[in-house]
């Protein structure tokens, strides 16, 4: 599998979920995933690491969370660690300096992520569904 992109781990952890990696942009898709009662098939994927935003879906059981944005040392990745969830933060592509900008337009950085991540996984034809040794080597921070 080639690396893609590295991030910032939450905390140590012997888990390896697996599951479909669901792109959750906005609080309404939050609650689409929740309300589809599939919610602990996904590892979500989220623009920022705002509790607010995820806490639904942590208190009710998603096995993985990834965030474009945010730090371990936040309230998202304290609470990864109190729920024992995985959790990678502030991933970035490998072979871009884009970065996140607090408080910037990130929206390319974004976007960028997101497409770098499907094309690459649509490239080695398989399931969508990732385990958390795949994920480990696409981000790099299960170390």
Known sequence: MKVIAEGFNSFETDKRPVGTIKFLPDPKSVIALIQ?????????????????????VLSMGTIGVITLSGAPESHLGILSREFQIPCVMTAYLKDSESRYLTGGDNK????????????????????????????SEAVRSWR
Do not use: C, Y
Request: glycine share 6%.
């Open 36 to 56: 589809s009662g599939k919610l602990k098939e996904h590892i979500v994927l989220a623009q920022g690491g705002t509790t607010t935003f995820l806490a639904p």
């Open 108 to 135: 390319a950085h974004f976007d960028a992520m997101i497409k770098s991540a499907k094309s690459s996984w649509q490239a080695e034809k398989k399931n969508p569904r990732r385990t958390i040794n795949e994920l």
